[in-house]
């Protein structure tokens, strides 16, 4: 199946700092990405989606201030945490959709594990 | 909005038994209905899908079945094995769009030796 690489797998950081998380599809071309963030032991809460040359269309409650996303090429999207404090510290996971004449199918990345000291 | 709801939260079964999880969907446009493995501290894994044109589709020891008049679709594991041990999630959405899917709470399936 196609593959979606997320990197770093872990990050740990101090409080204050920014951290940038890449998302790319290795074999297809992907107009639009998800980003999820998930506490343990529940599902996957999605963030907000991200859009090749536009802007990321977030979720309510989420700030996109806080969460940046950027997404310059049809295989690459960046989340960036800004200022990031210990409340922050979660597992965020992206996914990718195979359409733009694809199948259709979405798929995750590895998900990283941001830990904020 | 299309709303996802999966039963049960958690699954305990003995190694060679069948495991069955369930799922329905609100929204009668969604034609797309995935299932996604977990495995700790991984990323969610497409293991199987179906379309809405079809009631039924079977990957060796897995298979998912779709009701779409009852709006349920359901994942059927046989046979389990340790290695089966994950959440599972289903999800429901529209094929060949970029729009996004929606997901069920997730199963914590247990499969004990």
């Known amino acids: 199946g196609a593959v979606v690489s997320q990197h770093p797998s872990w990050v740990i950081c101090k409080s204050g700092t920014s951290v940038k998380i890449e998302c790319r599809s290795l074999d297809f071309q992907a107009t639009t990405m998800f980003w999820y963030r998930q506490f343990p032991k529940q599902s996957l809460m999605l963030m907000a989606t991200s859009n090749e040359g536009s802007k990321a269309t977030y979720e309510q409650g989420v700030e996109k201030d806080k969460f940046l996303i950027n997404h310059a090429s049809l295989t690459l999207s960046t989340l960036t945490v800004t200022s990031a404090h210990p409340e922050d510290s979660s597992f965020y996971i992206c996914?990718?959709?195979?359409?733009?004449?694809?199948?259709?199918?979405?798929?995750f990345g590895e998900g990283s594990r941001l830990t904020v000291l | 909005g299309e709303n996802v709801e999966q039963h049960p939260s958690t699954l305990s079964v003995q190694e060679g038994d069948s495991a069955v999880i369930k799922c329905t969907y609100s929204d009668s446009a969604s034609n797309y209905f995935p299932w996604y493995k977990q495995e700790l501290g991984k990323g969610p894994q497409l293991i199987i899908d179906?379309?809405?044109?079809?009631g039924e589709k079977k990957d060796q020891r897995i298979a998912v079945t779709l009701n779409k008049t009852a709006k349920h679709f359901s994942l059927h594991i046989t046979e389990t094995q340790p290695e089966d041990s994950a959440v599972y999630f289903c999800?429901?959405?529209?094929?060949?769009?970029?729009?996004?899917?929606?997901f069920g709470t997730g199963t914590s399936l247990t499969v004990i030796p």
């Open positions: 999800a429901a959405g529209l094929s060949n769009t970029g729009n996004q899917f929606y």
């Open positions: 996914s990718a959709r195979d359409g733009a004449g694809g199948t259709g199918e979405l798929f």
């Open positions: 179906i379309r809405s044109n079809v």
